[in-house]
């Protein structure tokens, strides 16, 4: 009742900013202190103040659904019904990314973000989401621009499909995994085909049988032993008879054993669904015993890794679509917009993203930007990658040089006065120290072991740049 006055004084008022104001201050505590009681109300909220003028009313709503999915909807174990409401929450909430307003779009990627960190997006929604993100990249407002990047540098850095991401090792493996789909396929297809050959004459059996039983009564059927035993027995008994090709025998131990057990609805079937059941029952035994259950859920099972792995290729085809809009923002004149940029290349070099090597180099011009801010972003994006291992001493410094030779090694000649100021930097703060220098000078001359004539030539550009 209350929520309704509410609403119906939202709906009169939404122009005014202190009913705004207010109302929805009031609707967020509510949802802090009470989720409980509001939850059953949002769909009666979204109708009312999704479509209203008032952005802040608007924001409101989506958090609140936001904030219930992270707390009461990430569960595996949902109802049917909790499902249906999550994907409702979810839907208006990828809806409202495209927004009319900037504010309300900014705080819609905000909260895919929050769901993201919390592990609170189900898989299925992963890519569409993504998406979104890059849909957003040429937003005209920074701060909508900035969240996009954040949303999917946040994808790539907990992706669900795989830690070093390569489109070629996957698209290799959908191929395996589709060769032995198709074995799995045929294995299943030919136990049905198997039993299409049979089932005229179980059918024929099995009507003949029970026209007779209802003809002439059970008489002539004694039960032996306890129902128990007939039930135990069944399916070695029933399989046994099948593989044997011997279809009354085996369907007079089905039908004994329903009998023992007086399975009341199928005696008050009339004869064609007797017919139709037992024949089924007849097919249940027969896929048992050619393992087709066992089969079928592998079979299952091969299409979910398939589907795993195509929802893989698509996860990288939208990061690569994200590649150049995100190169764009290594341009701009807004500080996030570089800064989130430099964050994602140094991201995706870290996990061999394809493509994230050429923003890599084209950070290098940022570095001569007059604002200190992108300076010193661009200057710990390439410190983080260069020179950050798990090892010291030696294995640290070859691990270094091995970073910057494979650098290097990719960079155009119109780059090198950028890396050259960098290096400059590195040796000054004794990032490069003389270790590095040592294996340097050791992989130039070839002293290091499998060291190739390429690998020599980078160690020389990097020596001469030092010096």
């Not at 992963?126 to 701060?143: I, P, Y």
């Not at 930007?369 to 661009?378: G, I, L, Q």
Request: glycine fraction near 4%.
């Amino acid at each position: 009742m209350l929520l309704k006055d509410l609403l119906e004084t939202i709906s009169n008022e939404s122009e005014d900013s202190k009913t705004v104001k207010h109302a929805t201050m009031f609707l967020n505590r509510l949802s802090t202190v009470a989720q409980n009681l509001i939850m059953p109300h949002i769909s009666m909220l979204a109708d009312s103040m999704l479509d209203l003028e008032a952005y802040q009313l608007r924001m409101c709503v989506l958090q609140i659904m936001g904030d219930i999915v992270r707390s009461q909807l990430t569960s595996e174990e949902l109802s049917d019904e909790m499902k249906e409401t999550r994907e409702e929450y979810l839907e208006h909430l990828y809806d409202h990314g495209q927004d009319v307003n900037a504010f309300a779009r900014s705080r819609v990627l905000q909260i895919w973000i929050q769901l993201k960190e919390d592990m609170a997006i189900p898989l299925v929604w992963h890519n569409r989401v993504l998406r979104l993100g890059v849909s957003r990249l040429e937003d005209r407002t920074a701060s909508v621009r900035k969240h996009a990047v954040v949303l999917i540098k946040s994808f790539l850095e907990s992706n669900p499909f795989a830690g070093k991401l390569s489109m070629e090792e996957l698209k290799q493996e959908v191929t395996v995994q589709e060769e032995k789909l198709q074995v799995l396929r045929e294995k299943v297809l030919q136990i049905e085909r198997e039993w299409t050959d049979i089932v005229e004459d179980a059918t024929s059996i099995v009507t003949e049988y029970l026209s007779h039983l209802d003809t002439n009564g059970n008489g002539e059927h004694q039960f032996t032993g306890t129902p128990s035993n007939h039930i135990e027995n069944q399916s070695e008994l029933v399989t046994g008879f099948l593989e044997k090709k011997d279809y009354l025998s085996a369907l007079k131990v089905v039908y004994s054993s329903d009998m023992a057990i007086a399975n009341s609805p199928v005696s008050s079937m009339e004869l064609g669904q007797k017919c139709s059941y037992y024949v089924a029952l007849l097919q249940t035994y027969f896929y048992m015993l050619k393992n087709h259950p066992e089969i079928q859920k592998e079979f299952d099972q091969q299409k979910n890794t398939i589907q795993f792995h195509n929802d893989c290729i698509d996860f990288l085809d939208i990061i690569q679509e994200a590649m150049p809009k995100i190169m764009q923002l290594l341009s701009s004149k807004t500080n996030s917009d570089v800064c989130e940029a430099i964050n994602f290349f140094t991201l995706g070099y870290q996990f061999d993203v394809k493509g994230t090597m050429e923003g890599m180099h084209k950070m290098l011009s940022v570095i001569w930007s007059s604002d200190k801010e992108k300076k010193e972003a661009v200057s710990a994006a390439y410190k983080k990658v260069l020179f950050t291992t798990d090892c010291k001493g030696r294995q640290h410094a070859a691990k270094v040089v091995k970073n910057l030779c494979n650098f290097i090694g990719e960079l155009s000649i119109g780059r090198y006065m950028s890396m050259e100021f960098l290096i400059k930097q590195w040796v000054e703060d004794e990032d490069i120290d003389h270790q590095i220098i040592q294996v340097l000078f050791e992989r130039f001359t070839m002293k290091l072991e499998d060291t190739t004539e390429k690998e020599a030539r980078e160690a020389l550009q990097l020596l001469v740049l030092i010096s």
